[in-house]
């Protein structure tokens, strides 16, 4: 069985700081891992993922995450945060040998102060 | 552009109701699923389908049933709608080959009362 945790429903920055959300997976397997980020009144749309290559991965929006395996971790950052990050944030995780399903975390609610 | 449509953003019904959502793909994926999504829950799988005519139940799927007739369509069926059924529903699909990665739908917001 797989799942992910989502350390902390809700994470406050100020806009330019740091942005950094935490996920640790559970996995029998060598994991594939994701990020999908929700903007209000929209559905999920993949930010990143990580699929046994380069541990740090690159997204969109200037987003990026390190597979540690040592850690059993992913967690996602991003340099300077902007208002427009503001959104929902999901960590999944999926067997690539098996049924190739994400399995979803509980969402990280990021909150981004002027 | 993938795009997944769900057919209603917002839907109010009556206890007791039989409820069709919809959703649609115009990418001819494969693979089709249908979450609901509640605060500090996170997404939970209903059901998905992996071929036209085939489901799968996922981890919750009482009190839901599925149809998948037409490859590009994949409908959610609240057979006795229930308040505790009141959620966010969100539907995605993914190409066969997939690894993981979902292009979901705005989502439908159902109100039963």
């Known amino acids: 069985a797989q799942s992910v945790t989502q350390l902390g429903s809700h994470v406050s920055v100020s806009e330019g700081a740091l942005v950094l959300l935490r996920c640790n997976y559970s996995s029998s397997v060598p994991p594939y891992l994701f990020w999908y980020v929700q903007y209000p009144n929209q559905g999920l749309q993949l930010l990143l993922k990580y699929t046994s290559a380069a541990t740090l991965v ?3 929006n200037g987003f990026e995450a390190e597979f540690k395996k040592s850690e059993t971790s992913f967690h996602l950052t991003k340099p300077s945060a902007h208002m427009s ?3 929902e944030y999901f960590c999944a995780v999926s067997d690539p040998g098996g049924s190739y399903i ?3 975390g509980r969402g990280t609610s990021l909150i981004v102060h002027p | 552009d993938v795009k997944v449509t769900q057919s209603s953003r917002y839907l109010v019904k009556r206890t007791g109701e039989k409820v069709f959502l919809e959703c649609v793909q115009d990418m001819d994926h494969e693979n089709m ?3 609901r999504q509640d605060p500090g829950l996170g997404l939970r799988l ?3 389908s992996y071929d036209v005519k085939m489901k799968e139940k996922g981890d919750i799927p009482e009190g839901y049933s599925v149809s998948r007739e037409k490859k590009e ?3 959610l069926i609240l057979e006795s709608a229930s308040t505790n059924q009141t959620s966010m529903y969100l539907c995605a699909s993914s190409p066969g080959t997939g690894v993981g990665k979902l292009f979901f739908g705005s989502g439908t917001q159902l109100s039963v009362l």
């Open chain 2, 46 to 48: 209903i059901y998905f």
């Open chain 1, 58 to 60: 690159k997204g969109i």
């Open chain 1, 102 to 104: 994400p399995t979803f």
């Open chain 1, 85 to 87: 990050d503001a959104a």
């Open chain 2, 73 to 75: 369509r994949f409908s």
């Open chain 2, 33 to 35: 699923f249908w979450y």
